[in-house]
Each structure stands twice: as structure tokens, then as C-alpha cells.
């Protein structure tokens, strides 16, 4: 049967393994991307990762799901911030191409895990999906038909950056803006707190930590609701680490949302949250690679 390796490159690890023609995890495998250290050790890493499985394995093709603005054409980074110092630029498509015969697609990682949710998740069957992962920042994906929607420049749906209340959205309503907004209203280093000590306070009752949620998923509404009225999805599905508290935030997100949007949008929408977790990326990189496949 056939094999193809996937890489999924984050800012703390590079997820990689084996997946078959089904799309069936056969092995799965992580290891530090020691992101400071540069774009060029995150190349060679990648490069290492598929010499060892061309060397051991039939593969058929290289998947890349990665961080930053990618030209998925070329296979290379449009633009990464310096959190990766000169990630900007680092082609993959070519060596592996040039090194090892084989076929190569790269990514963005929000528009993976949007594809593995559309494929083999939250998004299956939908007819256009919004996804958002929510985490250190926010990203967004626009699936349309089947189709990531890129935009002009291969830059759509980077809706962290959305002007709202003189600030952007990801200031106001990420992960790290939880836990930022608790540190303060506590007095406290803000390194000493995260999002499972915030919801396993608020579930106790703390009234700081409930209401910075409370305001945390207001703001998320109201961003969603501007994306649903450019939109109109049939679905909008909540990704990253604290959305795993589905069942603390689905009433109060949906409330929010109801409260933001005319009622035939709001009754047009099915909110869900991410079910691939920590294999979203994989996943939705060796989607994407079949999806290139069958177009050439």
C-alpha cells in the first residue's frame, strides 16, 4: 500500500510519521523544532526525517504542514515572523525534489488542520467551513467547496490580525490574552499561569478567572461574526489547546454569536470544535497533498 511521509512544523515540536493511501496514521513520531536556532536547522531536520524514510520505506510523496505564510506553488516560506529567525524564504519542494525523487507540498498549518476537520472531522460534508485555531495567536482557514481559499497573494484569512477596539483580534481574544488579562487582574507574574489553571478555577467558581473567560468569548463572537457576514459559512469550527474545554465555552460562545449576528446567519451556522487534535496537521498536510495530486 502506499506511504507518504508527514511533517507538521510548529514553533515548539515537528510532528512527522507515516500515513497511508486511507489516510491512516501508521506511525507517528515528534521531536524539538529548537525554532531559535533558524530556518536552515528546521530544513536540514526535514530533510534528515525523509532520508531516513526513503531509506527504510516505499513513500510516494512529502506532506508539509508548517507555521508562517506559505507559497504553496514554489513550496517555500512567504513570510514567518522572527519567533523563527529566517524561516522567511527556506524552500522545501526543490531539495527534496533535487535529493530524494520525490513529490513535496507545503502548507500553511491553520489551513491543514481546517482540511483535516473538512475531510475527516467537525467539517465533513460542510459546503463552506470557517476554522479558527485559537492559541498563542488566531488564525483562520476558509474552506469553500472542498477548497482552501487562498486569496490574491496566498495571504487570506490571517483574521489575527483584524483591526477591533483600536487593538487586533488575537490581542483581545487568544489564548494568551486569557492568561495575560488573568495574570493582571490577579497582581500576579503572568508565567505563573496558563489556560487549564484559568478553567479549573473558574469551574470552581473564581470570579476573575470567570469573567475573563466571559469576555474572552465575547470578543471571540464578535470577530466570528464579522467573518460570518463576509462568509455566510454553514459551519464554524474552534481549534487550538483551550478549546478542548468544549463543554465550559460551547453555551457561551454560541450565546455571543447569536447575540452578534441577524438570525439567517446565525440559524445558517453549525458550531463545532476541532475533533483531529493533535493530528490535525499531518492529516490535513497529506489532504492537501492528495488534493495536489489528483489536480496534476
Not at 489547546?241 to 460551547?250: H, N, R, S, V
Request: charge should be negative.
Amino acid at each position: 500500500m502506499k506511504q507518504y511521509i508527514s511533517i507538521d512544523i510548529g514553533g515548539t515540536f515537528i510532528k512527522y510519521g507515516l500515513i497511508n493511501k486511507n489516510g491512516e496514521i501508521l506511525e507517528k513520531h515528534e521531536l524539538a523544532t529548537e525554532a531559535s536556532k533558524g530556518g536552515e536547522q528546521i530544513l536540514e531536520k526535514t530533510l534528515k526525517i525523509v532520508g531516513d524514510y526513503k531509506e527504510n520505506h516505499q513513500v510516494e510523496g512529502v506532506a508539509i504542514s508548517t507555521a508562517g505564510m506559505v507559497d504553496t506553488k514554489n513550496g517555500s516560506i512567504r513570510y514567518a515572523s522572527e519567533l523563527i529567525p529566517g524561516y522567511t524564504g527556506i524552500n522545501f519542494k526543490d531539495p527534496i525534489k533535487e535529493r530524494f525523487n520525490l513529490a513535496c507540498t507545503v502548507e500553511n498549518d491553520v489551513n491543514c488542520a481546517g482540511l483535516a476537520e473538512y475531510k475527516s472531522g467537525a467539517g465533513k460534508n460542510s459546503e463552506i467551513a470557517l476554522i479558527l485555531t485559537i492559541g498563542t495567536g488566531i488564525g483562520g482557514c476558509a474552506i469553500i467547496n472542498g477548497e482552501v481559499y487562498h486569496g490574491v497573494s496566498g495571504s487570506a484569512m490571517e483574521i489575527g490580525y483584524m483591526n477591533m477596539q483600536n487593538s487586533t483580534f488575537e490581542t483581545l481574544a487568544s489564548a494568551k490574552a486569557l492568561v495575560e488579562k488573568v495574570a493582571d487582574l490577579k497582581g500576579e507574574n503572568v508565567e505563573d499561569w496558563n489556560g487549564k489553571k484559568i478553567f479549573d478555577l473558574a469551574k470552581g467558581g473564581d470570579e476573575m478567572c470567570i469573567k475573563a473567560i466571559d469576555e474572552m468569548c465575547d470578543v471571540l463572537a464578535r470577530g466570528i461574526a464579522n467573518i460570518v457576514y463576509v462568509l455566510n459559512p454553514d459551519t464554524v469550527i474552534l481549534g487550538g489547546g483551550i478549546m478542548a474545554q468544549e463543554e465550559y465555552l460551547y453555551e457561551k460562545i454560541d450565546n455571543n454569536l447569536e447575540k452578534y449576528l441577524q438570525k439567517p446567519l446565525y440559524d445558517a451556522i453549525s458550531l463545532k470544535f476541532a475533533s483531529n487534535q493533535n493530528a490535525a496537521g499531518m492529516l490535513g498536510a497529506f489532504y492537501n497533498f492528495k488534493n495536489q495530486e489528483a489536480k496534476n
